[in-house]
């Protein structure tokens, strides 16, 4: 008897073996069934669903996550929100349902872990492992999805994902309103601000506002809006600039441009025409195709060179100018990449895209184009381009949903007056109003952070420490914070701020708050002694006390102090010999409307 049991039970567990061995191939040749009727559009979405179906470990072991690449490992979080985007289109529902639902787990392991959710990492192992990166754009790009598949389906069971996802990227804001990178692996954050990020951004806010009608994410749409108009469009070329501070250009910068923020920017396809387009051979078909250039290594030019058509970018291309309504040139290009249209050569009657015609220049030295295997990103936009889907619109009305935006009875802009600074923000605030780069010196170190070890209100004050270099004879260092917005002070009449230095600098070390008006002219306050000890309240008269600076120059400006524009203003410490360190915190920088008698006062 128990000779039978136990080939019994050998069969049966030879048979599970079985199972789980063949199961995915069996699974992958359901797909196949009808393929005799299937046009390239079929094959192309069948290719996006094997992709997910083969994705298994074991036979009830899937997360639900796309390889980013035919046969890879990573799973870029770009990719499945793509993808989501594209099952949810095409109705397959529960493919969709299958992404969030990975998602939604790991909202739920940061929960209990961390007490909130920490922002998605930029790729997943295929079998849902992490990596380090957590970058903006595509936690965004996830937010967009979820936002489509609510307005789709009507389910309502991934808003708490949607809304702590949109609360996360809230906490990137910048001072001035647009999101930051996101943050390293090891913790740090990414304090540039990317155009594409928050061109993402502002859709996933946008969209999540509307179908929740919760002013709070509509209000954060503004504010970045009003970021990405004020700071990084570039009105002479009619081009966006790839981030703050950094002109270079890149082609989803005109696209999603327009996919994003609507045909008012539709100008800006002509600048992609001029510096990306170009003609080359995609030799896996041996075809020529014309189409669009990502970038280059911007070592030589803020432009992109021309040497590949990214598959991917053409398929923005097509889909931006068709919402502007130049259809011509949509259908021409769509007409160039469909061309190259490439036969998978792991799951049988499906086709896709590479990245690229050929592997052109690294950007920024690291991701470069590659003209196999066949990928996500290209596959999945090229079924957006020709089904005309706009996945930055999760309603299909971009032009009704950004003008609820422009009709939101909100500013949309970060204004500082009174308080003109409290240091209450978040770190991020902190660290995006007073950047590094933003310090200057001459003989000396300058190092400031958001401290909570000296406070005259609040949790948190600025701390300064200054360190002459040793063997100088004078000594100086300034912090500077600059207002993307003009400051409109004319209505005030004093400026106080709190001060608090160790009294041990003796003499030699004096601080000044310095102004730059509209012209670029600079005022300088009356001198704040860091020889007395404790906290003191320096209160300037704004038309009174403040002189025109001798270090600025005299030759531009009409020497008036013009408060109704302030650009700029800054903390500057000098030391004369002997040179002296200086340890100070300054707190409540802030307007007044009544004058006050005394220009100091001590309090604490």
Same mark, same amino acid.
């Given at each position: ?178 999101? =930051? ?46 970021? %990405? ?146 990928? =996500? ?30 009709? %939101? ?87 106080? %701020? ?43 008269? %704004? ?62």
């Amino acid at each position: 008897m128990k000779k039978y049991f136990f080939a019994l039970l050998i069969l049966m567990l030879a048979a599970s073996a079985a199972i789980v061995i063949f199961f995915p191939v069996y699974q992958d040749s359901i797909a196949t069934k009808g393929h005799q009727e299937w046009s390239d559009l079929d094959k192309v979405y069948q290719w996006l669903c094997s992709n997910q179906r083969a994705n298994r470990k074991y036979i009830l072991f899937h997360t639900g996550l796309l390889p980013s690449h035919e046969g890879g490992e990573d799973c870029f979080v770009y990719d499945q929100a793509l993808a989501a985007f594209a099952f949810t289109h095409h109705g397959d529902y529960q493919k969709a349902k299958a992404i969030f639902n990975f998602f939604d787990g790991v909202r739920e392991r940061h929960i209990k872990k961390y007490g909130n959710l920490i922002g998605f990492t930029d790729t997943y192992k295929r079998d849902g492992r992490e990596t380090e990166t957590r970058a903006a754009g595509p936690n965004a790009w996830v937010l967009m999805a979820l936002n489509y598949y609510m307005y789709k389906t009507n389910d309502k069971s991934f808003l708490p994902l949607a809304r702590d996802l949109a609360d996360w990227l809230i906490s990137l804001q910048c001072i001035d309103g647009g999101c =930051i990178g996101g943050y390293y692996g090891n913790g740090k954050p990414m304090t540039w601000v990317s155009t594409e990020h928050n061109f993402d951004c502002y859709a996933g806010f946008r969209d999540l506002g509307i179908l929740t009608a919760d002013d709070k994410y509509l209000k954060k749409a503004k504010e970045v809006k009003r970021w %990405l108009v004020d700071d990084v469009w570039n009105e002479e070329n009619k081009r966006f600039f790839l981030g703050k501070n950094n002109p270079n250009f890149a082609t989803d910068l005109s696209s999603w441009a327009v996919l994003s923020l609507g045909i008012e920017y539709a100008p800006s396809l002509d600048f992609a025409m001029d510096k990306s387009l170009n003609t080359q051979t995609y030799k896996v078909k041996n075809v020529k195709v014309e189409g669009f250039d990502f970038g280059s290594d911007y070592k030589r030019s803020p432009f992109p060179d021309k040497d590949a058509v990214w598959f991917e970018g053409t398929a923005h291309m097509v889909l931006a100018f068709s919402i502007a309504g130049r259809e011509k040139e949509s259908d021409y290009y769509l007409d160039q990449i469909r061309n190259c249209l490439t036969d998978s050569p792991t799951f049988p009657y499906t086709m896709g895209l590479p990245y690229a015609s050929n592997e052109g220049t690294p950007v920024y030295d690291s991701w470069m184009m590659q003209d196999k295997p066949l990928c =996500i990103s290209s596959t999945t936009w090229y079924y957006f381009a020709e089904n005309k889907f706009n996945p930055f619109s999760a309603t299909g009305e971009l032009e009704l949903a950004n003008q609820i935006i422009d009709k %939101l009875d909100y500013d949309g802009r970060c204004q500082f007056m009174p308080v003109i600074d409290d240091f209450e923000c978040s770190d991020i605030k902190f660290c995006t109003a007073y950047p590094e780069d933003l310090i200057f010196t001459k003989k000396a170190k300058l190092f400031t952070e958001r401290s909570d070890e000296i406070v005259v209100d609040g949790i948190y004050s600025l701390g300064i420490e200054f360190i002459p270099d040793d063997g100088a004879k004078v000594a100086t260092a300034a912090l500077v914070r600059k207002f993307l917005y003009p400051q409109d002070w004319s209505t005030y009449d004093t400026l106080s %701020l709190w001060v608090y230095s160790n009294g041990t600098s003796g003499n030699n070390n004096i601080a000044t708050f310095n102004i730059k008006d509209r012209e670029g002219e600079v005022y300088i306050s009356p001198p704040i002694f860091l020889n007395r000890s404790g906290w003191r309240k320096y209160i300037f008269n %704004l038309w009174e006390d403040f002189e025109r600076s001798s270090y600025d120059g005299v030759t531009y400006g009409d020497n008036m102090f013009g408060l109704s524009r302030i650009i700029e203003m800054s903390f500057t410490l000098r030391s004369k010999h002997p040179v002296e360190n200086s340890k100070i915190y300054i707190d409540r920088i802030e307007l007044q409307k009544e004058k006050e008698e005394e220009a100091e006062k001590t309090v604490l």
